[in-house]
């Protein structure tokens, strides 16, 4: 009798698979390829059939569907597919590489580069982008009205309270700072406003509302102190105003993301419950004649890693805000033959040309400031070397191996890696769209995180952080039709992430030479 109804049920789904014909209208169908996807649990990978329809996924699985309608075929034998990569912690409205001196001299080579921007992120696999700030609705809207782009995603203006890091660095009049769309942090009694400010407009449920109302997706706040080896003259958020702040974010359904790359900055978001640290623990102490080139992490460091690896709290390491102004220095990057699939040829030139070369000179220049204002940092930093610029390209590589270190132990613990590759951070030539993000891969893979682990991270764990698991991160049925087809197989080769063939966007299939700066018109 059991025997007889297991065979009925068989018989009914081959019946049932048999009859449910996918019907498509503008269809492609990618044959025998393997497909690499993840969600909560693990990644999976198998031999199988991916159906797109429109600008969706309609069907992956491991047999063949019978298929009705219109569509198209593509041959996956020995080729890999997955989801599009995510990367969450871009400045679109930068430009890498140019001034602005530079833009203001070449505005015709400007416009060449953000045209050819979204194909550079698409030509590296980026089909979704979280812009964090620097947001510039002009732009944005003119990415999406090109051809090929990226889904983009921003976090509004980055949330700023009054007399904040950024408005101490641009040294702005108090006139304009109290025009800036400020958060009032009400725990800082110590900044007094005049009565012609209205603090009711600068509520953390005004701010927030505010980046929903815009589309937003997130919201990004800065926490630096004197671990950066700068004086302290600006107002730091309180850790009240910051927990506020994460609460009405949560209210409307946002994560909060934290520029916060110091030891104290890490705790303070921790407590403040942040979702997001926007870059990686690279700013280690404040004790820098002491403990400035020490290597291995304290337990207080430990204590706080731990805690944001037992909470899954998202953790973006940017190591190219880092590496990219080390390959300033070392001078080498100009050469490496990626670039020209990045930048228009013309304005490469610019780049490799004198005037391209203003971020080096802007990084030796740091040395002189930071001799003038903090002389102890400097000198730890100076060590024995006869020159500043001989002391740069050390200086970054202890930074880097900080984050390797960080890197390793989240990995160790668990941690939840979500890609962010901060590009271009300081508008370096260095951080080139789309490349940064493999060059980010790549750091990741070096500091001995699993690729499993990185396929993760810039897949379903970014797409989680965000909450638009809905829509990206996996090679599921109703997911966007954002799909790359590799060449090798990123589960166990890095460089699988440069070996693209097809870019699949919105269900668009397209080539991946066809993206690249060499054949812009
Ligand atoms: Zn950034």
Request: with cysteine; hydrophobic share 40%.
């Amino acid at each position: 009798m059991k025997g007889n109804t297991s065979k009925l049920i068989l018989v009914l789904l081959i019946i049932s698979c048999v009859e449910g014909a996918i019907e498509v209208d503008k269809g492609t169908v990618i044959n025998k390829i393997t497909i690499i996807s993840t969600n909560d649990s693990k990644v999976d990978s198998y031999l199988g059939y991916v159906v797109i329809d429109k600008d969706k996924i309609v069907y992956a699985n491991k047999s063949r569907p019978r298929l009705t309608g219109n569509f198209k075929e593509l041959d996956g034998v020995g080729k890999f597919v997955i989801p599009g990569l995510i990367d969450s912690h871009v400045h679109l409205a930068n430009t890498a590489g140019f001034n602005g001196r530079l833009k203001n001299k070449y505005p015709e080579l400007v416009d060449v580069y953000f045209k050819q921007l979204p194909r550079s992120y698409l030509y590296h696999g980026f089909t979704t982008l979280i812009d964090v700030n620097n947001y510039d609705p002009i732009l944005i809207n003119q990415i999406k009205n090109s051809v090929l782009h990226p889904d983009i995603y921003t976090c509004g203006n980055q949330v700023q309270v009054m007399d904040d890091f950024m408005m101490e660095m641009e040294a702005y009049s108090p006139e304009v700072r109290y025009r800036f769309r400020f958060l009032h942090d009400k725990y800082n009694k110590e900044i007094v406003f005049p009565d012609s400010i209205n603090l009711d407009e600068h509520t953390t449920e005004k701010i927030i509302s505010d980046i929903k109302a815009k589309g937003g997706v997130g919201a990004k706040l800065a926490y630096e102190d004197k671990a950066s080896g700068l004086i302290v003259s600006w107002a730091k958020p309180s850790k009240g105003i910051i927990t506020d702040l994460v609460w009405e974010a949560q209210k409307q359904n946002m994560p909060v993301l934290l520029h916060a790359p110091s030891l104290e900055g890490h705790q303070v978001g921790l407590e403040a419950g942040i979702e997001v640290f926007a870059h990686g623990l690279w700013n280690w102490t404040t004790n820098f004649k002491e403990e400035f080139n020490n290597l291995e992490l304290t337990p207080e460091h430990k204590k706080v890693l731990l805690q944001i690896a037992q909470r899954q709290i998202g953790y973006q390491l940017t190591f190219r805000a880092i590496t990219g102004e080390e390959d300033l220095i070392t001078q080498n990057f100009g050469s490496d033959k990626n670039l020209e699939h990045i930048y228009p040829e013309a304005y490469l030139d610019i780049l490799k040309s004198e005037e391209g070369d203003w971020g080096r000179n802007k990084i030796i220049g740091r040395g002189s400031f930071l001799k003038a204002t903090n002389p102890t940092f400097y000198n730890s930093m100076r060590g024995n070397h006869a020159s500043d610029e001989l002391m740069w390209p050390t200086v970054y590589n202890l930074y880097k191996s900080r984050l390797n270190t960080v890197a390793k132990f989240l990995s160790e613990h668990n941690g939840n890696f979500i890609l962010g590759s901060d590009t271009p951070a300081m508008n370096m030539f260095t951080n080139p769209p789309g490349y940064n993000g493999f060059l980010e891969m790549t750091h990741m893979f070096e500091a001995g995180i699993p690729l499993e682990t990185i396929f993760k991270a810039a897949t379903y764990n970014n797409a989680k952080a965000f909450h638009l698991e809905h829509l990206y991160g996996s090679v599921e049925k109703d997911k966007v039709a954002n799909l790359l087809i590799l060449g090798s197989n990123p589960l166990n080769n890095i460089n699988a992430y440069n070996d693209i063939e097809i870019v699949i966007i919105g269900g668009k299939v397209v080539h991946r030479e066809k993206l690249s700066a060499t054949i812009i018109d």
